[in-house]
């Protein structure tokens, strides 16, 4: 069964770097993709960043230019740096990965930027 684990998350000022890791079980070449998630107190789990398993990327408009996804298949890790982090970005962070019909989600990191 494949497991993912996530770490990195913390507390940071406004305008602070975090870089999250997602730690997974298995080779991440044998997902489809990979990808980040978060989900704010009292709303819905909202795509972050995507990473396919040929290397293309996609971001949330809100992330774009301070959010990068990035690999190493080597340790079967995926992160996510982020910079200028805002209050806004607050959120349990979910790594997710796709392998043909099946989903799998990690625990999920909590990220809080103060102001």
């Known amino acids: 069964q494949v497991q993912l684990v996530e770490s990195g998350g913390g507390l940071v000022q406004a305008g602070g770097s975090l870089r999250l890791s997602c730690a997974a079980s298995?080779?991440?070449?044998?997902?489809?993709?990979m990808g980040w998630y978060r989900q704010a107190p009292g709303k819905q789990r909202e795509l972050v960043a995507t990473?396919?398993?040929?290397?293309?990327?996609n971001y949330a408009d809100s992330v774009k230019g301070r959010f990068t996804i990035s690999r190493d298949t080597a340790k079967n890790t995926v992160y996510l740096q982020m910079n200028s982090l805002k209050p806004e970005d607050t959120a349990v962070y979910y790594c997710?990965?796709?392998?043909?019909?099946?989903?799998?989600w990690g625990q999920g990191t909590q990220v809080t930027i103060s102001s």
């Open positions: 298995g080779s991440i070449f044998s997902f489809n993709h």
């Open positions: 990473i396919t398993y040929s290397g293309s990327t």
């Open positions: 997710r990965a796709v392998k043909s019909r099946s989903d799998y």
